[in-house]
């Protein structure tokens, strides 16, 4: 065998070993639980932002990334941190005058979904033929104003009159 021929399978046997360690490597961080738990004790806070220099808009100032930086950024096991919802308790009574109230002109619209995004709840509302809309309480879509937003229910008012739209039709059917 060629001193060449020598090297070329020393430099093949190096990067054969270097996979087979990266391959146990991987395959023990794929075993590694991931703790998703929130930390305990006091964070670091933030400090108060800058009017001068820095924006701050809702979109910024509403958001809490204590949890998320609290963390090591580049750590294999890291995951977004997921607060627990707290339920909101609806009001009862909107719900039980919506099922009592008749409806007296057809509804267009439909429920697509909901949220609930820094405490607030709000609803993915459309029409027929049309993309859907982001609504709270208190908007106004197609006539209607949205009186509440429910986890799988939205109650829409005019002159009067309450309509619940359920998320799920088998929902609707069975109320």
């Not at 146990?24 to 991931?34: A, R």
């Not at 963390?71 to 609806?90: G, H, Q």
């Amino acid at each position: 065998m060629s001193p060449q021929s020598r090297r070329h399978w020393q430099r093949m046997g190096a990067i054969g070993l270097a996979i087979a360690i990266l391959a146990v490597f991987n395959l023990v961080m794929s075993q590694t639980e991931i703790d998703l738990s929130p930390l305990q004790g006091k964070l670091p806070s933030r400090p108060a932002p800058n009017s001068k220099t820095e924006k701050t808009g809702p979109e910024i100032a509403d958001l809490s990334l204590e949890q998320s930086l609290a963390r090591p950024l580049f750590s294999p096991t890291r995951r977004d941190y997921v607060a627990e919802e707290t339920p909101i308790e609806p009001v009862a009574e909107a719900v039980e005058e919506a099922s009592k109230q008749p409806v007296t002109s057809p509804l267009q619209l439909s429920l697509r979904g909901t949220r609930t995004f820094n405490g607030v709840r709000s609803a993915l509302v459309a029409l027929p033929d049309q993309q859907g809309d982001w609504v709270s309480v208190g908007d106004e879509i197609d006539g209607w104003t949205i009186v509440e937003v429910g986890t799988d229910r939205l109650v829409v008012g005019r002159a009067g009159e309450k309509v619940s739209v359920a998320l799920y039709p088998a929902a609707e059917a069975s109320n």
